[in-house]
Each structure stands twice: as structure tokens, then as C-alpha cells.
């Protein structure tokens, strides 16, 4: 099984991309964030043509995530109340959580907010979502406990080898120490990043800024991410960044992140 995560930055803006890069890649999931777009505005026809299920939580001009599946998925669930079952007041308005289950592995794709400045309100907000999110994770892991792939934009770069020039980050959005630990925090109930089982040295990103030729001169950040579960991990095959997106002509700023599991998983 392929996995792959994407933040696509409007998927009518980029829906050519994505359309053509699935033709070429054939995986079988797609796990897409800030699509940007109400769900009945869904280009959904192109997706459907090439065989994929579509499951939808979108919202205008901001946000939104799916999951394009090859297979039906089962136990579909948006936002952190279905699983939960509690009021978690304003967390659930913006549309950044969908999960479900192909096969026997559930997947949760995840648009963990930005955060906009340290110390803002948005990153006030940032905190208590990543803490609801721990409780999120726990409460799924009673359900799936051996397989469970956790993916998506988190907006944070781990630790500084995810960053192309980690000096001066200490007080910036995405690398501050809360927010750091707090995401740790989540992957200490028992998750762990796929990508580095294969790769352990810096310099590899899935998100690199318009401004600047950031691109070009790869000073990028590493903040889109598959975290994995003991027996996912271990049947875990590969795991890689695909840069050829960015290459292209009005891309996303993010470029596809894709994991891949033996059939024992």
C-alpha cells in the first residue's frame, strides 16, 4: 500500500498537478490539505475517472482536507467530536481533521494549524489543538492500536535537522520549543516518523517559501509528515519526498510525501 500526503494549496489552483502526478504515481491513497474549497465545489470528476473514492471536510478560501482512496474506506470521521465525543468548543470549526480506514490501517490526515506568530492568539489556539489532538490519538488508538499511519501538514518542523538553516528558529513559528513538545508529546503514545527509518541526515523538505527562491536554493523546512504505529513502522518499505511538483509551473508550496507498506502491514 502507498500513502501519500499533500498539501496542495487549492486543489482547483493546482488540480491539473495533482490529477497528472496520480496518473504517474498510482497510489492508493491521497491524503490532501488546504483544498480550500466548500464541498459541493469539489472537482470531483477527474478523481473519480481514475478510479478513487472521494471523502471530503471542506470550507471556503481556507483549510479543508480529503482522502482519495483506489479502495472504499470504512468508519469515516471528521473532526476531533466523533471520536472523542465531547464539545471541544472552536477546534472542529475549521475544517483540518479526516480519518478512516483502508484495509486494516486507519489513516488520519491531518491540517494542523499554522500558528501565524509565537505567543499570538493563532498560536495560542495551535497549542490546544495539538492538546486535543493527543487526546484524539489516544482515543483511536484504543480502536487500532497496532495500525495506524497519522499524516499530513503539521507546520512543524521537529527538531533542526528539519530546517535548512536552524539558527535564529528558537522564537519563529513552526520550530519554538512549545510547540516542539507539544507535537512530541503526541508521538509519545507510541507513533514514529517513517521518514527517518530510511533517512537520518538534513536537507531533505516538503515545504519551501514563494519569497526568497527559496526553492532553488533549497532552504526549506521538513513539516509534512507520516507517523507510524510499531507494526506499521516495521513493515514500513520506504518512505519519500517527492520535489518533482515543485518543480512545475504555479505549484504549492508543498510537494507530496509518500509512505509505503509490505502486505504484511
Known amino acids: 500500500m502507498k500513502i501519500a500526503t499533500w498539501n496542495v494549496n487549492s486543489i482547483r489552483s493546482r488540480l491539473t498537478h495533482v490529477v497528472d502526478w496520480l496518473q504517474e504515481t498510482n497510489v492508493d491513497v491521497l491524503c490532501l490539505q488546504e483544498t480550500k474549497v466548500v464541498d459541493a465545489d469539489f472537482p470531483r470528476s477527474p478523481f473519480e475517472s481514475l478510479g478513487y473514492h472521494l471523502y471530503i471536510a471542506g470550507q471556503k478560501s481556507y483549510n479543508g482536507v480529503a482522502i482519495l482512496s483506489r479502495t472504499a474506506v470504512e468508519d469515516i470521521s471528521i473532526g476531533f467530536a466523533p471520536v472523542l465525543g465531547t464539545d471541544i468548543g472552536d477546534l472542529d470549526e475549521q475544517k483540518r481533521v479526516i480519518a478512516g480506514i483502508v484495509g486494516n490501517v486507519r489513516i488520519v490526515n491531518l491540517y494542523v494549524p499554522n500558528g501565524s506568530a509565537v505567543g499570538s492568539e493563532k498560536y495560542e489556539y495551535k497549542l490546544r489543538w495539538l492538546a486535543v489532538l493527543r487526546e484524539y490519538i489516544q482515543a483511536l488508538l484504543v480502536k487500532q492500536p497496532n495500525a495506524l499511519c497519522v499524516c499530513g501538514d503539521f507546520n512543524i518542523a521537529l527538531e533542526d535537522r528539519d530546517i535548512y538553516d536552524p539558527k535564529g528558529k528558537t522564537n519563529q513559528i513552526m520550530a519554538s520549543p512549545t510547540e516542539r513538545q507539544a507535537l ?47 507494526n506499521l513502522y516495521e513493515h514500513c518499505t520506504s518512505c519519500k519526498i517527492d520535489v518533482a511538483p515543485r518543480k512545475l509551473e504555479k505549484p504549492s508550496d508543498h510537494t507530496p510525501v509518500i509512505v509505503e507498506f509490505s502486505q504484511q502491514s
Open 184 to 230: 512530541q508529546t503526541v508521538l509519545d503514545l507510541g507513533l514514529a516518523d517513517a521518514f527517518r527509518k530510511f533517512t537520518s541526515e538534513g536537507g531533505h523538505f516538503s515545504w519551501w517559501d514563494y519569497r526568497t527562491r527559496a526553492f532553488s536554493r533549497n532552504l526549506g523546512w521538513r513539516i509534512d509528515h507520516h507517523y507510524l504505529t510499531a
